[in-house]
């Protein structure tokens, strides 16, 4: 069945890891937009604010002096302001955290002169914030940054976005193809680049990366970088191409999506 082979496309792809080089402090043309960062984070329920603060803004400036212009965080980071579980907050708690964390996510970027991105998790729910150098709040889930067209994953993304993003929370007990590999589909799918960012430790687990349409990658797996680890903290930042992505476009067989992977197994 073609639903197999696609199965065995996608996991043999992943075999073919291929992580970036460490980037030491980058030159940065401030009109181009070239580098991102994915922070795969470690769930810890922190005691106040004020050290989730700080936990944000070091991971953010680290990122940053590797070139990052843009970084996302994974889904849920609300949670980490919780004391109790969610069914024992009531909904102006839970409204009350949300507000504080975006407060801090502010904060940090603007700090940092930089974008971020992440997810709550409410009710099951993920709710999107994207925030610029200003520290503003950029409403919608599509937006554009360095004139390139940005989308959080959902159902309604357009056709002609180039970067796509997806914070993730998953448990543990899932099988592999919940823990990693959303956004890569994606970026078969729209030919577009993608960042993908899973919350981990405790009962967490994810597998966060950076992703290209295999004609975008030197060894065709649409693995631009990728962590090590599915269960611990770690922070990635590669350089992307918007030119590489509009040839990659400008080639492509509407007709036969999935051949290519097929063909490149």
């Not at 291929?18 to 043309?29: G, K, Q, Y």
């Not at 992307?240 to 990659?248: K, P, T, Y």
Request: with cysteine.
């Amino acid at each position: 069945m073609i639903f197999g082979k696609i199965s065995d496309v996608f996991r043999s792809l992943f075999l073919k890891r291929r992580t970036n080089a460490f980037l030491d402090h980058p030159v940065i043309d401030p009109d181009a937009f070239e580098y991102v960062g994915v922070i795969q984070f470690q769930h810890q329920n922190f005691k106040n604010s004020k050290d989730f603060h700080t936990k944000v803004l070091s991971l953010v400036k680290a990122a940053k002096t590797e070139g990052a212009q843009i970084v996302l965080f994974p889904a849920g980071m609300n949670m980490e302001l919780y004391s109790v579980p969610e069914e024992n907050l009531s909904g102006n708690q839970i409204s009350k955290i949300e507000d504080e964390c975006l407060k801090i996510f502010s904060n940090v970027a603007s700090i940092e002169k930089i974008y971020v991105g992440y997810a709550d998790l409410v009710k099951g729910m993920k709710i999107y914030h994207f925030i610029n150098g200003n520290g503003k709040s950029v409403e919608g889930n599509t937006f554009t940054i360095y004139n390139v067209k940005v989308a959080f994953m959902d159902d309604e993304i357009d056709e002609d976005v180039d970067l796509i993003l997806n914070p993730c929370l998953t448990k543990k007990w899932v099988g592999d193809y919940e823990s990693f590999g959303h956004a890569w589909l994606y970026s078969q799918q729209r030919y577009s680049y993608s960042m993908e960012s899973y919350m981990v430790g405790d009962h967490f687990t994810g597998q966060s990366g950076i992703y290209a349409p295999i004609e975008a990658t030197d060894s065709m797996s649409g693995i631009i970088k990728q962590t090590q680890s599915k269960i611990l903290e770690e922070t990635l930042v590669a350089k992307i191409d918007f030119s590489i992505l509009e040839a990659v476009k400008r080639k492509k067989n509407v007709k036969d999506e999935y051949a290519r992977l097929l063909y490149n197994k």
